[in-house]
């Protein structure tokens, strides 16, 4: 199994990103995709996940309108696209795939199997 983020960088404030998540050596199509970040000195925190059929919740109320989650099935692919980047985005970002049927839930625990993460930087 391997999940691979990757797409962050170093941004301005205001600009955006698309972060993606490649993955194989699972059936994608059963798996919900999860997006965590992790900011210095702080917990990692969910942000965004998506469901196999696209079941989507975006949190916390910092992201919202902001942060937009998708997937590519035929791919194997999920993503995240960050919008109005702000400094206090700056993180590691991870994705992480959890075996669902229909819903997702950005718990840190309840992944299945993690990704190594992609570092996101925002200027102001």
């Known amino acids: 199994v391997q999940l691979q983020a990757s797409g962050g960088g170093l941004a301005q404030a205001g600009e955006s990103l698309r972060l993606s998540c490649t993955t194989s050596g699972f059936t994608f199509d059963y798996y919900s995709i999860n997006w965590y970040r992790q900011a210095p000195g702080k917990e990692r925190e969910g942000v965004a996940c998506i469901g196999p059929h696209g079941y989507i919740v975006v949190k916390p109320h910092s992201v919202k309108g902001r942060f937009t989650v998708s997937r590519d099935n035929a791919r194997n692919t999920g993503y995240l696209q960050i919008n109005s980047l702000k400094p206090e985005d700056t993180a590691v970002y991870y994705c992480?795939?959890?075996?669902?049927?229909?819903?997702?839930?950005?718990?840190?625990?309840?992944?299945?199997?993690w990704g190594q993460g992609t570092l996101v930087t925002v200027s102001s």
């Open positions: 992480a795939a959890d075996r669902k049927t229909t819903t997702c839930t950005i718990d840190v625990g309840s992944a299945d199997y």
